[in-house]
């Protein structure tokens, strides 16, 4: 029975993998190191940044649309979807496309508290785009299992709070994919990092610099919890932010199209509206998975409950 999940699971990842999926396994941290510097070197060849911010406007449209595209199956696949921009330009190109897919949001909501805030914006935009919309909310009960099983999925190596919190969002939307027969699921992976979205490019002095940075390092950051999760749960994730060809768009792209002190993502934001994204959307400023689902307030709920100090400590107890 165990060779034949794994032979179905590479058969899966033969059919439609990313370019850090090689030999049905996750490139090691060495590979992917050398993949985006090579990107790099081969940008700084180039001899020209798109400075112009028209032009660069165009040249990234046409790189997402076919980033997408390009991986949408012949078969029913799942968005996880939050209503950010990510998630909901990803969607606006799959239905322009006319596939048939599910968009998957879960958060957790215990009794009269506070309603998720990516269920709240979720389903506004998918009552705006007409998408097909499938929401999870979990109570303080089910976000224990939840994250026990995160917990055992990832080892003790990457079960920090962090990946516990955003590994949870993953996981329960892979769960509900699964109920539906679903195979594939979009995720924005990448997008932070090669259009400046987090605080600390708002923070750095070199904001490009920053970008490559986070590039360099997502893989112990993001890609190893990912990919055990999807392979944990036979599901393969489509992640056109980190798509070769549209690394090197976003990252020929000056640092002053994409962030000020207020808003991260502007370029990103701007094409979203062109492709017709309303701008309510377009625009949504987004917490992080952890925080917009509330999963990091049911790991802090649990720990209080379960007499621990410290978050991590309640996690540590789940291994």
Same mark, same amino acid.
């Given at each position: 029975?165990?060779?034949?999940?794994?032979?179905?699971y590479?058969?899966?990842?033969?059919?439609?993998?990313?370019?850090?999926i090689?030999?049905?396994?996750?490139?090691?941290?060495?590979?992917?190191?050398?993949?985006?510097?090579?990107?790099?070197?081969?940008?700084?060849?180039?001899?020209?940044?798109?400075?112009?911010?028209?032009?660069?406007?165009?040249?990234?449209?046409?790189?997402i649309?076919?980033?997408? *595209?390009?991986?949408?199956?012949?078969?029913?696949?799942?968005?996880?979807?939050?209503?950010?921009v990510?998630?909901?330009?990803?969607?606006?190109? %799959?239905?322009?496309?006319?596939?048939?897919?599910?968009?998957?949001?879960?958060?957790?909501?215990?009794?009269?508290?506070?309603?998720?805030?990516?269920?709240?914006?979720?389903?506004?935009?998918?009552?705006?785009?007409?998408?097909?919309?499938?929401?999870?909310?979990?109570?303080?009960?089910?976000?224990?299992?939840?994250?026990?099983k995160?917990?055992?999925?990832?080892?003790?190596?990457?079960?920090?709070?962090?990946?516990?919190?955003?590994g949870?969002?993953?996981?329960?939307?892979? *769960?509900?994919?699964?109920?539906?027969?679903?195979?594939?699921?979009?995720?924005?992976?990448?997008?932070?990092?090669?259009?400046?979205?987090?605080?600390?490019?708002?923070?750095?002095?070199?904001?490009q610099?920053?970008?490559?940075?986070?590039?360099?390092?997502?893989?112990?950051?993001?890609?190893?919890?990912?990919?055990?999760?999807?392979?944990?749960e036979?599901?393969?994730?489509?992640?056109?932010?980190?798509?070769?060809?549209?690394?090197?768009i %976003?990252?020929?792209?000056?640092?002053?199209?994409?962030?000020?002190?207020?808003?991260?993502?502007?370029?990103?934001?701007?094409?979203?509206?062109?492709?017709?994204?309303?701008?309510?959307?377009?625009?949504?400023?987004?917490?992080?998975?952890?925080?917009?689902?509330?999963?990091?307030?049911?790991? %802090?709920?649990?720990?209080?409950?379960?007499?621990?100090?410290?978050?991590?400590?309640?996690?540590?107890?789940?291994?």
């Amino acid at each position: 029975m165990i060779i034949l999940i794994n032979s179905y699971y590479s058969l899966l990842l033969s059919m439609r993998a990313e370019f850090y999926i090689q030999g049905n396994k996750l490139i090691t941290k060495q590979a992917w190191e050398k993949i985006i510097l090579d990107i790099k070197r081969s940008i700084s060849k180039m001899g020209e940044d798109l400075n112009d911010r028209s032009k660069a406007r165009g040249i990234l449209k046409q790189g997402i649309i076919r980033a997408v *595209e390009q991986r949408l199956p012949d078969k029913k696949f799942g968005v996880m979807f939050s209503g950010g921009v990510d998630s909901s330009l990803i969607a606006l190109i %799959a239905k322009k496309a006319g596939k048939d897919f599910v968009c998957y949001t879960m958060g957790f909501q215990e009794g009269v508290s506070k309603e998720p805030e990516d269920v709240i914006y979720a389903r506004k935009t998918a009552d705006e785009l007409g998408l097909n919309l499938k929401i999870r909310v979990i109570s303080l009960g089910e976000a224990h299992k939840l994250f026990k099983k995160t917990v055992k999925i990832l080892g003790k190596e990457l079960s920090n709070v962090i990946n516990i919190g955003v590994g949870g969002v993953v996981l329960a939307c892979i *769960e509900m994919a699964k109920k539906d027969n679903v195979k594939y699921l979009f995720s924005g992976l990448g997008s932070e990092e090669v259009f400046a979205g987090y605080q600390r490019h708002r923070e750095a002095e070199d904001k490009q610099a920053e970008c490559w940075r986070g590039l360099l390092t997502m893989y112990e950051r993001d890609l190893l919890r990912d990919y055990a999760i999807a392979k944990s749960e036979k599901i393969m994730f489509l992640t056109p932010f980190l798509n070769k060809d549209m690394i090197v768009i %976003a990252m020929r792209i000056p640092a002053k199209f994409k962030i000020n002190d207020k808003i991260s993502k502007i370029i990103l934001r701007e094409v979203a509206q062109e492709l017709g994204l309303p701008k309510n959307i377009a625009w949504r400023k987004k917490r992080a998975a952890q925080y917009g689902s509330r999963l990091d307030k049911a790991i %802090a709920k649990l720990a209080k409950k379960n007499n621990f100090e410290l978050k991590k400590d309640y996690l540590r107890s789940l291994e």
